[in-house]
């Protein structure tokens, strides 16, 4: 059970330590987000963003480089590489999949600093950060805050007006959870007000689990973006176009 401190955390992290950017640029921007990075997400996923002169960000647990998840393969260190030099963003998602809202700052930055030294390693760039589960408390926030250009979450929606570089909202794109009513809805919105939708998902299959897309659903996310005027830009690309 969760206790009283804890729901007080979670719930000032949602209103306090907010580092707010103005999204009045008078063009919307769609994002494309793949957490743990399956093998399929660099393949199918990155051949078909490119298709569209589009490119993704990647959230990486170091720890599961050549392995397995939930029964989906995940990258390599040659995948990552690739998608770099494709022009893709790769990002930090903790070394273990750490629930950061769990866990004390001590371990925390420990595993941040052990997915660090495998960037390092590889020489592979980040700056983002996305927490796994979308889990985050005040001092996850404070702390991922001072390490990181940008800490992504999840909870959904669009952002209008302005966003807060400290807890960016992302939106499920779920084969058997996200419908296309919803994601031509989102996308409208975000053309017609200027904000910025980041979507988010794991493997690109045909059949994926739960938490993942196929390809033709990304396909057609990308296609009503790129009809409705909006630029498609990756995470820390978007950052930079809303401030400059």
């Known amino acids: 059970m969760m206790t009283l401190y804890k729901k007080a955390s979670r719930f ?20 494309f987000s793949f957490d743990d990075v399956p093998a399929s997400a660099c ?7 490119e298709r569209y002169q589009a490119r993704g960000s990647f959230y990486v647990c170091g720890k599961l480089t050549d392995g397995t998840e939930q029964g989906q393969t995940c990258h390599s260190v040659k995948d ?10 790769i990002g930090c998602h903790t070394y273990s999949h750490m629930n950061c809202a769990n866990h004390p ?8 600093q052990r997915n660090q030294a495998f960037f390092e390693e590889h020489h592979l760039p980040n700056r983002g950060f996305a927490y ?18 940008y800490n992504r979450i999840t909870g959904g929606g ?21 419908d296309a009513d919803t994601v031509l809805q989102l996308i409208q919105q975000t053309a ?5 939708l980041i979507f988010y998902s794991h493997e690109v299959r045909s059949e994926p689990g739960p938490w993942g897309t196929t ?3 990304l396909e057609m996310a990308l296609q009503i973006a790129t009809q409705s005027s909006c630029r498609i830009l990756t995470v820390e690309k978007a950052i930079a176009f809303f401030q400059s």
């Open 192 to 196: 017609n007000e200027g904000g910025w």
């Open 158 to 178: 669009t952002h209008i007006g302005k966003a807060d570089l400290s807890a960016l909202r992302a939106q499920a794109l779920y084969a058997d959870k996200t």
């Open 43 to 49: 393949h199918a996923g990155a051949e078909i963003l």
């Open 80 to 89: 990552l590489q690739k998608l770099v030099a494709d022009g893709h963003e």
């Open 105 to 112: 700052l001590s371990a925390l930055r420990q595993d941040w």
């Open 215 to 217: 390809p033709e659903q």
């Open 132 to 149: 796994p589960f979308g889990a985050y408390d005040l001092p996850s926030k404070i702390a991922a805050s001072e390490r990181f250009l």
């Open 12 to 31: 000032a992290a949602r209103h306090l330590a907010g580092r707010w950017i103005d999204l009045r640029k008078q063009q919307g921007v769609v994002s």
